[in-house]
């Protein structure tokens, strides 16, 4: 072979593979930095005072329960809309419109999507939450409730758009099959295409979820931020603060290596978690299904 | 006995081909009719008029009449949901759903409102032992029906079918994906079959529509050739076009 050939093969193969191998480096990195300057709080701050009800930093309040509790409604909020709304809106798109819809609608969605969270957050305070304030007569229309529809209108593109593909790529055939034995439209839907689909609709949701979950512009603009415990009932229709808008309002104005500091990072730490075991869940469910069909398969 | 009369039926996809043109055809009670000729011809086509499998897809135009005991199926008030109960159907590639042996099999009396185990369980046994898979899956009923072979899959279809007491039963190219001791097993079901059920085929060659036909309709670009007693229409076919066929002169 061409000698000029084996250098550039060469180049290549290495330049590609230092790319693929920088995305770890990366996520490590930025792992040990989250550590390095989160860790030291649980030296500063006693457990019980972390674990408290209470934040206020500037007196020392350091207690991120209410903000952990709030992160948690507010997204749970939002997947309590999000699924349903997200998984109708993919069956319509995908079993029911007919195609001319069709073809109009899921670009649409995937256009939502693109939309930047602040020009939501913008319709949010300006549209949204003077609405839900006069129509439930709440004293305010900051509320988690308010994040969790917005929140919502933020997961449901991404879950339309994972588990319209999900559907979409159900054989032909397992719809005729169940006409066939003369199943309605609806019972196809419900019982043969969806379970066909269902890693797909599920990666869909997850997704979803976990975009609300990191989601800050938006939550911070919308939720009122009063970090308060929100395991009340009524705590959906009252204004709670999130982790991420925490980290977003606070940081700026931080003394670089203060207690304060540090347990912001400690809350990037908590949020990590979360995530990581929303995902780990996520494809434990999805391995599981796809283990399950290959074995069968093989 | 005629179970189905099908009169002046015409048929054209949205995208120009004519798929069927002027098919008259009479279909005997208790008997194999069988539906064959060049790929192309009209055969599928036909099948998914009997169980309006057809209203599903993008036909432009349809016109005559299918007629059932008495009844004009393609009549646009005809229940669809109920006539597919009544008429059965298996396609050339086994679709199991995505469930149990036994519960693709409870599916359709279910969604049909039916509730009581005995006679779902009674349901299963029967479908299963016309099918002639009974003994090869009577221990499995629990395990996913995906983990069947082809064959076992195949008859698994059948039996699903079966499983409604339908009165006719298509079957398109039922066997084409499957070996020769599962397509044995297939035919040989099916000549039992018949004594209960008005039953038509399109078999994937024409060999087996030899073997199978009580009687048999040759079909060449939408056109019904020529119809009649299977014997007689493959040891003398009165058609020039049916015996260059049968005699493998084209297709």
Redesign the interface.
């Known amino acids: 072979m061409d000698k000029d050939l084996n250098w550039r093969e060469f180049i290549i193969t290495r330049a590609i593979k230092a790319s693929g191998y920088s995305a770890i480096v990366f996520v490590a990195l930025i792992f040990i930095f989250l550590l390095r300057e989160g860790l030291p709080t649980l030296g500063e701050v006693d457990l019980s005072t972390l674990f408290s009800v209470r934040w206020y930093p500037i007196e020392d309040y350091f207690g991120i329960l209410p903000l952990i509790t709030g992160s948690l409604i507010v997204t749970l909020g939002a997947a309590l809309v999000a699924i349903p709304f997200g998984i109708g809106t993919a069956v319509y798109i995908s079993e029911i419109a007919p195609r001319a819809v069709r073809e109009v609608l899921k670009p649409l969605v995937e256009l939502l999507g693109g939309l930047p969270s602040v020009v939501l957050g913008f319709l949010g305070i300006l549209v949204l939450s003077p609405w839900l304030r006069t129509t439930f007569d709440l004293p305010t229309g900051l509320t988690a409730f308010t994040g969790s529809l917005l929140l919502a209108a933020i997961a449901v593109p991404t879950i339309v758009s994972v588990a319209e593909d999900a559907l979409d790529t159900v ?1 032909r ?2 719809r ?9 439209h609806w ?1 196809t839907i419900w ?2 295409t969806l ?2 689909a269902r890693s797909g609709v599920m990666t869909g949701i997850m997704l979803g979820i976990g975009r609300a979950i990191g989601e800050t512009m938006a939550v911070m603009m919308v939720t009122g931020n009063a970090p308060v415990m929100a395991i009340r009932p009524g705590s959906l229709f009252e204004p709670a603060r999130t982790m991420t808008a925490t980290i977003a309002a606070e940081m700026g104005e931080v003394a670089s290596g203060s207690v304060h500091y540090h347990t912001l990072f400690f809350i990037g730490i908590v949020l990590f978690l979360i995530s990581l075991a929303v995902n780990v869940a996520a494809s434990s469910v999805i391995f599981r299904s796809k283990k ?2 290959e074995r ?2 093989s | 006995m005629n179970k189905l009369v099908i009169e002046n039926l015409s048929l054209q996809y949205a995208d120009g081909t004519e798929s069927l043109s002027n098919i008259n055809m009479d279909i005997a009670k208790n008997a194999i009719t069988v539906l064959f000729g060049p790929a192309g011809g009209g055969k599928s086509t036909l099948l998914r008029c009997i169980n309006r499998l057809n209203d599903l897809t993008d036909v432009e135009t349809m016109s005559g009449r299918i007629m059932m005991d008495g009844e004009d199926i393609l009549n646009p008030a005809t229940d669809t949901i109920a006539l597919r109960r009544k008429v059965g159907m298996v396609f050339a590639r086994p679709v199991v759903l995505p469930m149990s042996i036994r519960k693709n099999l409870t599916y359709g009396l279910e969604l049909a409102g039916e509730k009581r185990k005995s006679k779902l369980e009674e349901a299963v046994e029967r479908s299963l032992k016309l099918a002639a898979i009974w003994d090869e899956v009577k221990d499995r009923l629990e395990e996913p029906a995906i983990a069947l072979s082809g064959g076992q899959q195949q008859r698994i279809c059948l039996a699903r079918s079966l499983a409604q007491q339908p009165e006719v039963i298509l079957l398109d190219e039922p066997t084409s994906g499957l070996d020769p001791i599962s397509t044995g097993k297939v035919e040989a079901a099916l000549q039992e079959l018949k004594k209960d059920y008005t039953i038509i085929l399109v078999p994937h060659s024409v060999q087996q529509a030899a073997r199978t036909a009580d009687y048999a309709a040759f079909f060449l670009q939408g056109e019904l050739v020529e119809y009649g007693n299977g014997d007689e229409l493959f040891t003398n076919p009165q058609e020039q076009r049916t015996e260059d066929y049968v005699t493998g002169r084209f297709g």
Request: net charge positive; hydrophobic share 50%.
């Open positions: 054989p055939s397992y005729e099959a169940a006409w066939a034995i003369g199943a309605t019972q019982r043969v379970p066909a399950r069909s069968i398969l």
